[in-house]
């Protein structure tokens, strides 16, 4: 019985020493972060997703400014957001499907409207990309993310599947503006 306790002890110890490597060899596997990575990761996980373009947020707000309640439906699937140089992606939504409604409340009239025919395209997203250098607030609220651009009043919206990966989707965008924001040479 004596002999079977050391034996314990002796393999609870060898265990023990072959923790801490086995998490450094976990360590080991993981990717470093990189631009690249972070664009590829936005390239596979947007797609699917919904988008309320700046574009869009504007229209929103100039109802709520009028007295009026608009909605976008249903939000634009996100159908391209692949990188096109470093630090720059293509977020692409495509509106041929999506409806603009409008209500007063006033009257209770409402309007609806094909946003596709509005905005004269069935996407909405730059055609040169979003340099994420330009990018000058980034929030996450549960399952959306916030993005401000430079010169731009009000924030691009990102509607994901769930926080977890709204999450990940911040965290990569948090890592592309800190990599790709040009005045970060300067040291502030």
């Excluded at 959306?144 to 430079?150: D, E, K, Q, T």
Aim: hydrophobic share 40%; net charge negative; charged share 25%.
């Amino acid at each position: 019985m004596r002999g079977r306790g050391k034996y314990g002890y002796a393999l609870a110890v060898a265990l023990m020493a072959m923790a801490p490597g086995a998490v450094a060899a976990e360590g080991a596997t993981t990717p470093q972060r990189t631009v690249e990575g972070a664009q590829e990761f936005l390239r596979q996980v947007l797609p699917g997703n919904r988008y309320l373009s700046t574009m869009m947020v504007e229209v929103l707000a100039k109802a709520r400014r009028d007295g009026l309640r608009a909605q976008f439906d249903p939000l634009p699937p996100i159908v391209d957001a692949d990188p096109i140089a470093p630090c720059r992606s293509y977020l692409i939504g495509e509106i041929a499907n999506t409806w603009l409604t409008v209500r007063d409340p006033a009257t209770g009239e409402v309007t609806e409207a094909e946003f596709a025919a509005m905005a004269g395209d069935d996407h909405v997203g730059s055609p040169d990309g979003m340099h994420f250098g330009s990018i000058r607030a980034l929030r996450q609220d549960g399952s959306r993310v916030y993005l401000r651009f430079a010169g731009e009043q009000h924030d691009a919206e990102l509607h994901l599947e769930g926080s977890e990966i709204a999450s990940r989707v911040y965290a990569a965008l948090d890592f592309l503006r800190r990599q790709c924001d040009p005045a970060a040479a300067t040291g502030f």
